[in-house]
């Protein structure tokens, strides 16, 4: 069965620096989607950034960009420029192709001090 | 607007009692999700639908129903609330031409006395 283990409960961060989250994940498929989603205190899920599994280049939107290293099943979350509004809830999450199940790690808990 | 809208935000009830959270889109997505939400335990699928007259069970389905009465509308229902049913529920939707991505409701916290 796909599992996804985010291994950083807490993590923090000064406002301007850059601080990457991790996240590992199992799975016997060759191509497959990861996510990763926000949860700031609002409670909202907020889709952050998406990757295919088999597009070897890593995905970017603005600030956040992830580190895909496939074969290590790993997939990073690198935050620049941290903002006070990046302080959340961060979920690493799995998906197959074709299916609509999506596997969430148990997330990482991000402050960003001023 | 919100594009999918959750009510209740929030609800108390006693146990025993039957209870229905209610989940409507415009986004105009096929497939509708419901997931709950515990502290350490990240999210986890309850019951998913790919269109009016489908309906799938998730992980964890023990202890809930659902009804899609049309595309844009999704009901969990707990149909006699217990205290471990205490949590933070979400309503998801997603596109069958991107349906790995999933886009997520306010969430409705509920509270089983």
């Known amino acids: 069965a796909q599992t996804v283990t985010q291994s950083q409960p807490e993590m923090s961060v000064q406002e301007a620096e850059t601080v990457t989250l991790s996240c590992t994940y199992d799975t016997s498929e060759n191509n497959y989607y990861l996510f990763w989603y926000k949860q700031p205190p609002s409670r909202q899920m907020i889709l952050v950034i998406r990757?295919?599994?088999?597009?070897?280049q890593n995905a970017t939107e603005n600030r956040f960009s992830v580190n895909f290293q496939k074969a290590a099943k790993s997939f990073s979350l690198k935050i620049s420029d941290s903002q006070l509004g990046d302080t959340a809830m961060y979920f690493c999450a799995f998906s197959e192709i074709n299916t609509d199940k999506l596997i969430f790690g148990t997330g990482t808990r991000l402050q960003v001090f001023p | 607007d919100a594009d999918v809208t959750q009510t209740p935000r929030n609800r108390i009830t006693k146990t025993g009692k039957r209870i229905m959270l209610e989940c409507s889109q415009t986004k105009g997505h096929d497939r509708m999700y419901w997931y709950r939400q515990d502290p350490g335990l990240g999210l986890r699928l309850i019951y998913y639908?790919?269109?009016?007259?489908?309906?799938n069970k998730g992980e964890i389905s023990d202890g809930y129903s659902v009804s899609r009465q049309a595309q844009a509308k999704f009901s969990l229902s707990l149909e006699s609330a217990i205290p471990n049913q205490t949590a933070l529920y979400f309503c998801?939707?997603?596109?069958?031409?991107?349906?790995?991505?999933?886009?997520f409701g306010p969430g409705t916290r509920l509270l089983v006395l």
């Open positions: 639908s790919f269109d009016v007259k489908d309906i």
């Open positions: 998801a939707t997603s596109d069958l031409d991107f349906q790995e991505t999933q886009y």
């Open positions: 990757q295919e599994a088999y597009k070897q």
